[in-house]
Structure formats: C-alpha cells, structure tokens
C-alpha cells in the first residue's frame, strides 16, 4: 500500500512538472524570434512560468481523488496556497526585471490610447493577481465573509488567467506561430475546463446524489452533530478520519460548500453519516438551526488521515473540535471487534467543552480503550492532567516503546506543532504520526 502510494506521488508530480515545463519548452522549437538579451527573456521565461503554474491551480482545487489520495485534501490545499504564492512572484518579477533594465518595451507612448492593448491586459491581470494575494493573506483581518472571499478568489483568479492569457497574444513576441499560439490556447481552455468540472458537472453529479438529515443532535461544547441518509441512492463508502464537504440551504452549485470531518462509524450499512460541527462563527454559527427532514448535498469522500496501519496500538490526539475524525476511528474500531490497545488524549479548555465525553466512557467496554482528558483550565478539585499535551504526559500514559506506535493528531495548529516536536524528541519515526491540518483558506 506504502509502495503503490509512493508511486502514485511520482507519477502525479512528474505530471504537474510536465504540464509546467512542456509549454514553456515548447516555445523554443520551431521558429524563433530575433533574440534579445538574457535579462528580458529571463524575465519572459518567469511570466510563461508562473502563468502555467497559475492555470494549474485550477486541477488543484478540482477534488479529483486520484490526485488528492495519495498526499490527503488538507496537504494539496497547503500546497496550492504556497505554490500560488510562488507563482504570482514570477508573474509580477516579469515586469520589474524589465522596469530594472530599462526596456524600452516598457516607454509610455504619447496617449493612453496607443497603449498597446497587450500591455493593457498585462496590467490588469497582475492588478487581479495582487487583490487577490492581498484578500488570501489578510482575510480576516479586512472581516471578509468566507463566502464572498471564496466567490472574488475564483473571479479574480479567472480575470487574471485570462488577461495574462491575452497579454502573451497581444504581445506575440513567441507566439506569432499558430501552433504555439494553438497551444497556449488549449491550455487556458483546458484551465477553464477544469473550472467548469468543479462549478457544473460535479454539482450535476451531486443533485441526483441528496441526503436528507435525520437527526439534529446538541453535543457538549456548543457543538451539534446532523445525521444524514442518502436518498434515493446507496451513499458511499468512506474510511475513518475522512472529511467531504457539506452543502446547506442551497443547491450543488452554491460557490462555497464547507468541509467537515465525518464523525461516525465507517461500519455503517446504510450509507448513514454523520457530521459533528462546533460554533465557531460565520456558517458554523447557523448549523444549531438546521431542522430533521431537510435536504442537504455532500462531496467526499476526502482524506488520507486514517487508521488502517500495521501496528501494535493506535495513539489518537485530539484538541478541540479535532475530535471529531478521532471519534469516526474509534467507533468504526468497535464495530469492527477490533481489540488492539487504542489511547486518546483529548485535550480542550473546559470540562463542559469535551465533546462526546459520556460515549467515550461507553465504548471502554467494547474496547481495549484509554481515555485521557487533559484540561489547560480545570475546574478546582481535578485530578487528571491539566496543562497541555507534551512529552511528560505521553510518557506517563503510554508503553515505552513509543517507535512502535501509529499516531494521529488533529487540533489547532499550535496544538499540533508542539506535539510533532514532542513526537521528535521522543524518537518517533516521521512516517509513524500523521497530521491533518483543517485549514483551507
């Protein structure tokens, strides 16, 4: 399983290179233009570049579960914000190499209106590629709505692929040549398609494919869980630990879905699952409001943080609302008789705020599991751990052989970091922990 998802991650890599590399090499076959000095095609080079790694953010973002298993969801997401980063950089350096060297491609003509109209768009997609790096990085601080975050992204980033699109045209310095130009334009249409698969025909797909939600369930710490039945339909299978996105009050093709990890028993036969979401504002803040009998949509499954690793016990970490995809293992390991040591250190800041506490001490007797609560603001008179989860505490819980265990952890960043150093320093193999980092925006 290892081998096969090793090469999966070759294979899909030397593609993303491929589809990066081949129309910039492309470029230079065939008849080539007068050359120029290094400066400026150095500078041309980095522009074709990072609007082929721009376009590809698309099949990124595509959710196609052949490219997102191997790595997970959460690790292509990370990717994609870094890569763009790096992208819109070659983008923008494109024209400050050529502000730095003075070209004379860059002299003002004498009206605005004999600005070249390739040059018009050049300033307008990078104009697009700027807000747009500015509205990712400092959402939260300009107090954007994620839905209207999530709506400006995909426009801006379409009027940016477009314009740059149209600069290289109107530019034509390399692409005079019709099969290059040929080209460049299959690509930017292969882009968009891309665009069109996720908007259209995946929400297509997901109309014929509803759930109906059953139970609205109120959980310790302001949190509720939806059960929700396909209908019509037989559901789908997915693995514990796993996330999909959840569509309510509107239909599939609503811009902005939401990702939510599945907190219940994969054993289900009825293609039953079940979502638990914590009141952290924004959208999560109306999910209490949700009514039985209403019709919502689910993309998923997604994921590559799961349990199914050849070990002698599982070690689950869970802080806050990371509890969720820790509860989807552990009930799926009691209906599947599963009688391995299992230990979950639950850290939060209340006892009030432990979610699925009382059932937790219910599946002690289908398991050979161990709960530990750790609280960073107990109440006065307790007796379990308080603080934070670090190397003390997982020395005083679990079996020495700690490179001999399978970890999982989920929670806030902060939460994570320090147990990954904690994992380090106790001589647990990298490959032995796994991580699901649940921020995608």
Same mark, same amino acid.
């Given at each position: 399983?290892?081998? #096969? @998802?090793?090469?999966?991650?070759?294979?899909?890599?030397?593609?993303?290179?491929? *589809?990066?590399?081949?129309?910039?090499?492309?470029?230079?076959?065939?008849?080539?233009?007068?050359?120029? %000095?290094?400066?400026?095609?150095?500078?041309?080079?980095?522009?074709?570049?990072?609007?082929?790694?721009? $376009?590809?953010? &698309?099949?990124?973002?595509?959710?196609?579960?052949?490219?997102?298993? /191997?790595?997970?969801?959460?690790?292509?997401?990370? *990717?994609?914000?870094?890569?763009?980063? !790096?992208?819109?950089?070659?983008?923008?350096?494109?024209?400050?190499?050529?502000?730095?060297?003075?070209?004379?491609?860059?002299?003002? /003509?004498?009206?605005?209106?004999?600005? /070249?109209?390739?040059?018009?768009?050049?300033?307008?997609?990078? $104009?697009?590629?700027?807000?747009?790096?500015?509205?990712?990085?400092?959402?939260?601080?300009?107090?954007?709505?994620?839905?209207?975050?999530?709506? +400006?992204?995909?426009?801006?980033?379409?009027?940016?692929?477009?314009?740059? =699109?149209?600069?290289?045209?109107?530019? $034509?310095?390399?692409?005079?040549?019709?099969?290059?130009?040929?080209?460049?334009?299959?690509?930017?249409?292969?882009?968009?398609?891309?665009?069109?698969?996720? #908007?259209?025909?995946?929400?297509?797909? !997901?109309?014929?494919?509803?759930?109906?939600?059953?139970?609205?369930?109120?959980?310790?710490?302001?949190?509720?869980?939806?059960?929700?039945?396909?209908?019509?339909?037989?559901? &789908?299978?997915?693995?514990?630990?796993?996330?999909?996105?959840?569509?309510?009050?509107?239909?599939?093709?609503?811009?902005?879905?939401?990702?939510?990890?599945? +907190?219940?028993?994969?054993?289900?036969?009825?293609?039953?699952?079940?979502?638990?979401?914590? %009141?952290?504002?924004?959208?999560?803040?109306?999910?209490?409001?949700?009514?039985?009998?209403?019709?919502?949509?689910?993309?998923?499954?997604? $994921?590559?943080?799961?349990?199914?690793?050849?070990?002698? !016990?599982?070690?689950?970490?869970?802080?806050?609302?990371?509890?969720?995809? =820790?509860? +989807? =293992?552990?009930?799926?390991?009691?209906?599947?008789? @599963?009688?391995?040591?299992?230990?979950?250190?639950?850290?939060?800041?209340?006892?009030?705020?432990?979610?699925?506490?009382?059932?937790?001490?219910?599946?002690?007797?289908?398991?050979?599991?161990?709960?530990?609560?750790?609280?960073?603001?107990?109440?006065?008179?307790?007796?379990?751990?308080?603080?934070?989860?670090?190397?003390?505490?997982?020395?005083?819980?679990?079996?020495?052989?700690?490179?001999?265990?399978?970890? &999982?952890?989920?929670?806030?960043?902060?939460? =994570?970091?320090?147990?990954?150093?904690?994992?380090?320093?106790?001589?647990?193999?990298?490959?032995?922990?796994?991580?699901?980092?649940?921020?995608?925006?």
């Amino acid at each position: 399983m290892q081998y #096969r @998802d090793l090469m999966r991650k070759a294979i899909w890599s030397v593609i993303y290179l491929l *589809f990066i590399l081949a129309p910039l090499f492309a470029l230079l076959a065939g008849n080539l233009p007068p050359a120029r %000095n290094f400066a400026t095609e150095f500078s041309v080079a980095l522009g074709y570049s990072g609007l082929a790694m721009m $376009g590809l953010q &698309f099949g990124l973002t595509a959710r196609f579960r052949h490219v997102t298993e /191997p790595w997970g969801e959460d690790v292509i997401y990370h *990717f994609h914000r870094r890569i763009s980063l !790096m992208a819109v950089g070659l983008v923008v350096a494109h024209p400050l190499i050529l502000i730095a060297i003075r070209s004379p491609q860059l002299a003002l /003509p004498d009206s605005v209106r004999d600005i /070249p109209w390739g040059a018009r768009f050049a300033v307008l997609s990078i $104009g697009s590629l700027i807000l747009l790096v500015v509205m990712a990085l400092w959402r939260k601080q300009l107090k954007l709505r994620y839905e209207l975050w999530h709506l +400006s992204h995909i426009v801006l980033a379409l009027i940016a692929i477009a314009a740059g =699109m149209l600069h290289m045209v109107g530019w $034509g310095f390399y692409l005079v040549d019709p099969l290059k130009r040929t080209l460049w334009v299959g690509m930017t249409i292969f882009w968009i398609g891309l665009l069109l698969y996720v #908007r259209l025909f995946k929400p297509l797909f !997901m109309l014929r494919r509803p759930y109906r939600v059953t139970e609205v369930r109120a959980e310790h710490g302001d949190t509720t869980t939806l059960v929700m039945q396909p209908e019509g339909h037989a559901g &789908f299978r997915f693995k514990p630990g796993q996330f999909g996105w959840l569509t309510l009050w509107a239909s599939p093709f609503r811009i902005t879905g939401h990702p939510f990890s599945f +907190s219940s028993s994969a054993e289900a036969a009825d293609g039953r699952v079940e979502m638990t979401i914590r %009141n952290l504002g924004d959208f999560t803040s109306a999910v209490r409001t949700v009514t039985a009998g209403q019709r919502v949509y689910l993309d998923g499954p997604y $994921g590559a943080f799961t349990i199914g690793h050849p070990t002698d !016990m599982h070690v689950l970490i869970a802080g806050g609302i990371g509890i969720t995809p =820790m509860m +989807s =293992m552990i009930r799926t390991l009691a209906d599947r008789g @599963d009688r391995r040591p299992l230990v979950l250190l639950y850290g939060s800041k209340h006892w009030e705020s432990m979610t699925f506490r009382e059932e937790l001490e219910a599946l002690k007797t289908r398991l050979d599991l161990k709960v530990v609560y750790v609280l960073s603001d107990p109440p006065e008179g307790w007796s379990g751990e308080s603080g934070r989860i670090n190397a003390e505490v997982f020395r005083r819980h679990l079996p020495p052989e700690y490179a001999e265990h399978e970890y &999982f952890i989920c929670g806030p960043d902060v939460m =994570m970091d320090a147990i990954e150093t904690a994992l380090g320093e106790m001589k647990v193999p990298l490959a032995r922990y796994h991580s699901e980092r649940y921020s995608f925006v």
